[in-house]
């Protein structure tokens, strides 16, 4: 079998590695791809989000499958695109994929459907939305943009003034673009975060091993809000317990709710899930696997990759029994000083061997901004490479990860110290 990967980052690095391991995939197709893409399968420079040139380059790579992995395209209905042209797909349609693309249309589902999340409102109008803040003058006050804003249109206001900033910035000087044009401003939740893959066939539900993922900068969640820092999984704090009930309250019912809406949600469905004192609650949907949350979680995947993308796109997913191994996983990121703000790139990045690996292959090096040049791995974006590790525990992979981490450089090169540490703690 042969299959396209859409996409370009860790994430697609860590897919392209699972793919590779199936004993049924012959060739691996990845577009754009990345320089540690490029060592495990053939790339070709298209973007994710010009539509046209990903069906033409299907038309001529006809591949067996499209895997479409990150959100744009698949909000902007890629999928539907390459169903048309006679390709199959992993990947939810548009009408499906909008459960991620607006944050108003997810929060209109749960509440229509009874899904535990923090109670909203939406706003057009920035003078209403600012009245409704003061109105409720409950903080930390949750303001979110509507549509997609590479994880970074969500600002938790401590005081009415930083409220204001923030309905300001998205509404007004329209930092987001389009995607801010309406607002969700909605309660805080306090509690602990796990975030939950599961495969869908549209049907069945059949959740991965959960996960945890550190979104701020810098140690001890401080500074600004990333894609990504680190991850790990399984996470210690999602305990089978509340894992029933999230399966129970919030997996069947969006699965459910989403056919019964004429949206069958087909490919994998990222919860975003905070524990609460009163139960496990939704904080966000996402139509695609996490970065770097799939760097942590496919390694894990005893079953067949490829198996499962046939069950999801033949709607069989019923009928399949997944395998997880058993280990747990840690992924520590290595990012460009300065990120998520302004940094530099074109940094030459030393410890890695031809294929852009560790030599000794104590870990796995996820790369997600990288680029290859006269044969060295140089950095090309924020996120550099989620340096990742398996063990019979989290806190063995955790020491693997950070080892590895220690073994690779390149100037300004910033990592958080601390990833898996809280969960290592409250696990006693
Ligand atoms: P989102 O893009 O909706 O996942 O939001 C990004 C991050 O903001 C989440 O991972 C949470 O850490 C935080 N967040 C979002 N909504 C809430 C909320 N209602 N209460 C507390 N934290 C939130
Ligand atoms: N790691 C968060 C996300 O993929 O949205």
């Given at each position: 079998m042969n299959i396209l990967i859409v996409g370009g980052g860790g994430r697609e690095h860590a897919i392209a590695a699972a793919l590779k391991?199936?004993?049924?995939?012959e060739k691996l197709f990845c577009a754009p791809g990345n320089a540690g893409i490029s060592r495990i399968a053939e790339c070709f420079p298209v973007k994710a989000t010009d539509l046209d040139g990903i069906v033409e380059l299907s038309k001529k790579l006809k591949p067996d499958y499209v895997f479409v992995a990150p959100d744009d395209p698949l909000v902007l209905g890629l999928v539907d695109r390459l169903n048309e042209a006679g390709f199959k797909t992993f990947g939810p349609r548009a009408n499906a994929a909008i459960l991620e693309g607006s944050k108003a249309f997810s929060k209109a589902l749960m509440k229509k459907y009874g899904i535990p999340t923090a109670a909203y409102e939406t706003f057009t109008d920035a003078a209403k939305a600012i009245e409704y803040i003061k109105e409720k003058n409950s903080y930390p006050a949750v303001i979110k943009c509507d549509g997609l804003a590479?994880?970074?249109?969500?600002i938790i206001a401590q005081d009415l003034a930083e409220a204001e900033d923030a309905v300001k910035s998205m509404m007004i000087d329209q930092k987001f673009g389009k995607s801010g044009a309406e607002v969700v401003i909605e309660e805080f939740m306090d509690g602990t975060e796990v975030t939950v893959l599961a495969f869908t066939d549209g049907k069945t539900v059949k959740p991965m091993v959960s996960s945890m993922d550190h979104k701020r900068a810098f140690d001890n969640d401080e500074g600004l809000n990333t894609g990504g820092m680190g991850t790990i999984a399984?996470?210690?704090?999602?305990t089978n317990e509340i894992a029933e009930e999230c399966m129970k309250n919030i997996f069947v019912p969006t699965v459910n709710a989403m056919r019964t809406e004429d949206r069958p949600f087909k490919g994998c469905l990222y919860f975003g899930l905070m524990l609460t004192k009163e139960g496990a609650k939704v904080v966000e949907y996402n139509c695609r696997f996490g970065d770097p949350e799939t760097q942590v979680v496919l390694p894990l995947l005893e079953t067949d990759l490829v198996d499962i993308i046939e069950a999801v796109y033949e709607e069989k997913l019923d009928g399949l029994d997944i395998k997880w191994s058993g280990n747990s996983c840690a992924c520590v990121v290595m990012a460009s000083g300065g990120y998520p703000e302004k940094y530099e790139t074109g940094k030459e990045i030393s410890g890695l061997n031809e294929d852009g690996q560790l030599s000794d292959g104590s870990a796995f090096v996820y790369h997600a901004g990288t680029k290859l040049e006269n044969g060295k791995f140089l950095t090309s974006g924020g996120r550099v490479l989620g340096v990742t590790a398996t063990g019979g525990d989290l806190s063995s992979a955790l020491d693997s990860a950070y080892k590895a981490v220690g073994e690779i450089s390149f100037d300004k090169a910033h990592s958080r110290t601390d990833i898996g540490r809280r969960a290592l703690s409250q696990n006693k």
């Open positions: 391991r199936s004993p049924k995939v590479l994880g970074k249109g969500v399984p996470n210690p704090l999602y």
